[in-house]
């Protein structure tokens, strides 16, 4: 069993930054793969970054490479999701979830934290 809380959302004006965090518990969180996702009204859950727990290899989505950054603290079982440049359309609830394995698609993703509203002003 894994519990995940994100926190760090809020309201930013666009080119701002955020840090969001998810904390993790769970005797076996070292063998899962955490994801971020985000879900605007409307739009379909999609994928953000993910990082490896056990070997700290990390992806992020090719459109948010350079602005998004994920990374993780093992002493506070805890992911980070940076996000810099920030723009309207980042507007959206940020998830973060746990995969066993690598986590390669949503369905892959057994345990979900509750979500983070981020809004980005013009």
Request: aromatic fraction near 10%; glycine fraction near 12%.
């Amino acid at each position: 069993q894994v519990q995940l809380v994100e926190s760090g959302g809020g309201l930013v004006q666009a080119g701002g930054s955020l840090r969001l965090s998810c904390a993790a518990s769970g005797r076996t969180i070292s063998t899962y793969t955490i994801g971020w996702f985000r879900q605007a009204p409307g739009q379909e859950r999609e994928s953000v970054a993910k990082i490896t727990w056990s070997s700290g290899r990390t992806y992020v989505r090719n459109s948010m490479k350079g602005r998004f950054a994920i990374s993780r603290d093992n002493a506070k079982n805890t992911v980070y999701l940076e996000m810099n440049s920030l723009k309207p359309e980042d507007t959206a609830v940020y998830y973060c979830a746990a995969a066993r394995g690598d986590g390669a698609i949503i369905p892959d993703y057994n345990y979900w934290g509750q979500g983070t509203q981020v809004t980005v002003s013009t």
